[in-house]
């Protein structure tokens, strides 16, 4: 059985996908993204200013770093019938996905191109993990936020996104009962109840790591970072 390769934006959602990107990748899919030192190099959103061709080739020794040390995983890949590598850019010529295709069809693989008609999807919402705020809260809202965590262990989580307009954030803030007056500038605190209720709607999870680079990004689009250690505000 030989691999077919296929392309497409991120908002393809057949069940052959792959999510290549460091963005929002799966476990699976990190071994085929190219890094964050990388990106901050090359992406104009990020303040990069490298040549399409030196991200090529520097891509391209990545993935053959990752193939050395991800070999039951590039296997694994290489043994499907069919896969459609994922990635945010809008232009295929100029995007890894593109270039991951054709060093899969090095390997073996029939490479069969991008899929046409795709549009862009949503913008996505993210919540990083639980943490242990403790009896730490101030500000005008401090009695309602110790209350409320005092519910639930005083464990909290943020929800925000990585877009300079917020509307998909409070859209859904209003979904799992917020108000928008606990919106924090930049996200909101969650208690695990409603964490785990922006899930079920769609909220992608992040471990600390991603949560960073995401907040990262946000900042070079000329938002506040936001504080991860700041007082929960959530009645």
């Known amino acids: ?24 990748g799966t476990q ?13 190099q090359a992406h104009p959103k990020l ?21 050395r040390a991800n070999l039951p995983v590039w296997q694994a890949l290489l043994g499907r019938q069919r896969v459609v590598l994922v990635c945010y850019c809008s232009d295929p010529d100029r995007c890894h996905r593109t270039v991951l295709a054709r060093i899969l069809g090095h390997c073996g693989a029939l490479v069969r191109g991008e ?11 993210y919540v990083d993990g639980l943490i242990a705020w403790g009896d730490r809260y101030k500000g005008a809202q401090a009695e309602q936020a110790r209350r409320v965590g005092c519910r639930n262990g005083h464990r ?14 409070h859209r859904m803030a209003r979904k799992i009962g917020l108000r ?14 409603r964490r785990a209720r922006a899930v079920e709607l769609g909220a ?16 070079e689009g000329a938002r506040s970072l936001p504080r ?4 929960p505000r959530e009645g």
């Open 115 to 125: 899929i046409p008609g795709v549009e862009p999807g949503p913008v996505k919402v």
């Open 180 to 193: 928008r007056e606990w919106f924090q500038g930049d996200h909101y605190d969650l208690t695990p109840g």
């Open 204 to 219: 992608v999870e992040l471990c600390r790591e991603d949560a960073v680079a995401v907040w990262r990004r946000q900042r």
């Open 28 to 40: 699976e899919g990190l071994c085929f993204a190219p890094s964050w030192a990388l990106l901050r």
């Open 1 to 24: 059985m030989t691999l077919e390769v296929h392309t497409a934006r991120v908002s393809y959602g057949g069940p052959d996908r792959l999510d290549v990107t460091r963005k929002s």
């Open 156 to 169: 909290w989580c943020h929800m925000f996104t990585d877009e300079a307009d917020c509307a998909e954030l």
């Open 228 to 231: 991860p250690a700041g007082p």
């Open 47 to 67: 303040g990069g200013k490298m040549s399409w061709a030196e991200y090529e080739k520097r891509y391209t020794a990545e993935m053959r770093a990752s193939y």
